[in-house]
């Protein structure tokens, strides 16, 4: 076993020594080059990159470095800005199509990014002001006058507007306006300065040119006109069948629906004047008034609700007034066709043609300023050693006090007064006074009274004169 050991022994130092002895060579040289090579070598400038390494790790000249390469398929706006400049935005904040980078206009910007972009000059990139976020156009408008409706989904501006719906487009009718549903659908070519509002308004039959100057508001107002001129139409078929009308004004709900020919006549109020039909210079205001004339009657003024509606009776229609004049809400007229009635009052009831009342059945007096014109009999009584009262109606009840009185003055008269005394008693006497001093009585002599005397007296502005008396039993 030693002796195995040993032989092995022996045999590798023998083979180590061949080795060593072959394969010696000269390495200087491969010292030298890895000394370069740990060293740093020369470098390109900021911005350059080396265009080779040469064996020392040395750059081999230097060449202009390149940008990162973007990927086209952009998903975000900051990858479109990166792309075509600062300046470019989607209104939703969201990119709505790939950009190309070589765009330069806002024309191009928005053919390939759809609505919603904007460019301003102060965030730079694209200047061009008319790039402007686009608004979509409303449905049931007008856009380059063309109508806008929508599917749904998509509004298309590509059809004409309906009649009338909204402003009268014909070149031929430049001057006149409509606005509503078939508004306007009567205008004719030389008709002008004409406003129609509402649903059908002016839209019946047709105008003729002769149509000028009017302003029709409301459904159907003017709805089947045919010549109004300078006339107004305001309410659901207001004046809605005038044929000829000149400086007609019609307000309300039917006011003047049925007039044709009317001319001048002037009604405010649901339902006013509204069987009129060719009655001329006509004026009523209120609910209702003049509210049953029809025909050729003319001339009437009616302010108050149902003015002139009906006559005394509170049920018969009035159709045929004339020159009648009615201040109150539900007065009346005494007949159906008087002329040149005036009944002023609330419910006040006429006396017939060429008759004029004031007030109701429950008026007691009338007044002209302080003046008294009519009032029922005042009783007046007299206090002890009273030589005075005053006048507050055409007939006083003149009662004495016990002990006596002397009357000498009577006061609160006016110039051409007339009054009438009643004694009823005899403690009272009146002077007679033949001077000029103020509110005394001018008599043809003292007179004592008696139960059932009567006295009449004129003031002439001054004082009284006596014009009759009456003793009677």
């Known amino acids: 076993m030693k002796k195995l050991l040993l032989f092995l022994t022996l045999l590798v130092s023998v083979g180590a020594a061949i080795v060593f002895a072959s394969g010696y060579q000269n390495v200087s040289g491969e010292a030298t080059t890895a000394t370069a090579l740990a060293a740093n070598g020369t470098n390109c400038g900021a911005g350059l990159v080396a265009a080779g390494v040469d064996a020392s790790g040395n750059a081999e000249g230097c060449i202009a470095g390149g940008a990162p390469e973007v990927d086209p398929t952009v998903d975000t706006s900051a990858e479109i800005q990166a792309i075509i400049g600062a300046g470019v935005y989607s209104a939703s904040g969201a990119v709505m199509a790939e950009v190309d980078p070589t765009v330069d206009t806002s024309a191009e910007v928005q053919a390939i990014i759809g609505a919603g972009v904007y460019a301003t000059s102060a965030q730079g ?95 159907y107002a003017f709805g089947g006109a045919l010549r109004p001129s300078l006339s107004v139409a305001v309410g659901n078929n207001a004046a ?62 009616a302010i108050g609700s149902e003015a002139g509606r009906y006559k005394s009776d509170g049920f018969t229609a009035a159709t045929s007034l004339e020159q009648c004049t009615l201040l109150g809400a539900f007065s009346k007229t005494l007949n159906v066709n008087d002329t040149n009635s005036i009944i002023i009052g609330y419910n006040a009831l006429g006396k017939g043609s060429n008759t004029a009342v004031i007030g109701n059945s429950s008026v007691t007096s009338l007044h002209l300023g302080t003046k008294v014109v ?58 007679d006074t033949d001077t000029d001093t103020a509110d005394t009585v001018n008599l043809s002599a003292a007179l004592t009274g008696a139960d059932n005397t009567m006295l009449s007296l004129t003031y002439d502005g001054t004082k009284w004169f006596e014009t009759s008396r009456s003793v009677n039993g």
């Not at 599917?151 to 009649?163: E, F, K, L, M, R």
């Not at 004004?249 to 039909?277: C, E, K």
């Not at 009032?375 to 009262?389: I, Q």
Request: aromatic share 6%; with cysteine; hydrophobic share 40%.
């Open 374 to 431: 009519s009032a029922p009999a005042a009783p007046v009584t007299l206090a002890a050693a009273a030589t005075t009262f005053a006048v507050t109606a055409p007939l006083t009840i003149l009662t004495g006090d016990a002990d006596g009185n002397t009357l000498a003055t009577i006061t609160g008269g006016y110039s051409g007064q007339n009054i009438v005394i009643k004694f009823v008693d005899e403690h009272v006497t009146v002077t």
């Open 125 to 219: 990139g694209l200047a061009d002001s008319a790039l402007q976020a686009e608004t979509d156009p409303g449905i049931n408008t007008l856009t380059n006058t063309k109508w806008c409706t929508t599917d749904g989904s998509v509004i298309n501006c590509t059809s004409d507007a309906p009649s009338g719906l909204i402003g009268i487009t014909n070149s031929a009718t430049p001057f006149n306006t409509a606005l509503g549903y078939n508004a306007g659908a009567g205008i004719v070519a030389g008709m002008a300065n004409n406003v129609f509002i509402g649903l059908q308004a002016a839209s019946g039959g047709s105008m003729d040119e002769w149509a000028d100057n009017n302003v029709g508001v409301g459904y």
């Open 240 to 301: 809605k069948v005038i044929t000829y009308g000149y400086q007609v004004v019609a307000v309300g709900q039917d006011s003047q629906i049925a007039s044709t020919t009317a001319q001048r006549s002037v009604s405010v109020g649901a339902y006013s004047m509204g069987t009129n039909t060719t009655g001329n210079d006509n004026t009523c205001v209120g609910d209702m008034c003049l509210g049953t004339l029809v025909g050729a009657y003319n001339k009437n003024t």
